[in-house]
T-cell receptor
Framework: SQQGEEDPQALSIQEGENATMNCSYK?????LQWYRQNSGRGLVHLIL?????REKHSGRLRVTLDTSKKSSSLLITASRAADTASYFC???????????????FGKGTKLTVNP | EAGVAQSPRYKIIEKRQSVAFWCNPI?????LYWYQQILGQGPKLLIQ????????DSQLPKDRFSAERLKGVDSTLKIQPAKLEDSAVYLC????????????????FGPGTRLTVT
């Protein structure tokens, strides 16, 4: 089945620096989502990018999608200690017209932001 | 709005025992999901409900796992009998699942139940 794979597996940076993590997937998709998981707030949806979009912003987050390379990247600018978490990309296992989707998650990138 | 509620938060059982987890999704969310997350991995979908019908249970080990969603609201996931490899966090999520619009695809997760099988 299709699966997103994040890279790197772990990333350690200093507060204020930018963090970039990548996701590759295998088959055609109509959207890709990024989620964050930390011990305090559990798994939380960050952003969704559709297949006809190349870039999307939300606050300090920037997501890109390259459907020709089947890859996406998540950039967190001006990182904070509170950004310390695991970040997962999630892709639908089949293309749907709407309604619910079966999501497949990657193994995640563990980001540590040092104060 | 209230989030997805799950209980218990932690459970320790011995292998071959039974265990049940409960989930209350966000009000109005038609779709409910149960995921298993093993340490160091991403969540893996076990079963997906649309209202009270099963949409996908292809990765549910049906010889030991069962799930139901009564009246299209709350759901329970049961393991009987448990094995050591069932030690994981069990996450419940829900989504609006309306045709069209990005909010249909966004899943809201509960805090999870951490299961330890000894």
């Amino acid at each position: 089945s299709q699966q997103g794979e994040e890279d790197p597996q772990a990333l350690s940076i200093q507060e204020g620096e930018n963090a970039t993590m990548n996701c590759s997937y295998k088959t055609s998709i109509n959207n890709l989502q990024w989620y964050r998981q930390n011990s305090g707030r559990g798994l939380v949806h960050l952003i969704l990018i559709r297949s006809n979009e190349r870039e999307k912003h939300s606050g300090r987050l920037r997501v890109t999608l390259d459907t020709s390379k089947k890859s996406s990247s998540l950039l967190i600018t001006a990182s904070r200690a509170a950004d310390t978490a695991s970040y997962f990309c999630a892709t639908p296992s089949s293309i749907t017209q709407g309604g619910s989707e079966k999501l497949v998650f990657g193994k995640g990138t563990k980001l540590t932001v040092n104060p | 709005e209230a989030g997805v509620a799950q209980s218990p938060r932690y459970k320790i059982i011995e292998k071959r025992q039974s265990v049940a987890f409960w989930c209350n999704p966000i009000s109005g969310h038609a779709t409910l999901y149960w995921y298993q997350q093993i340490l160091g991995q991403g969540p893996k979908l076990l079963i997906q409900f649309q209202n009270n019908g099963v949409v996908d249970d292809s990765q549910l080990p049906k010889d030991r796992f069962s799930a139901e969603r009564l009246k299209g609201v709350d759901s329970t996931l049961k393991i009987q009998p448990a094995k050591l490899e069932d030690s994981a966090v069990y996450l419940c999520a829900s989504s609006l699942a309306l045709a069209g619009g990005e909010r249909a695809y966004e899943q809201y997760f509960g805090p999870g139940t951490r299961l330890t099988v000894t």
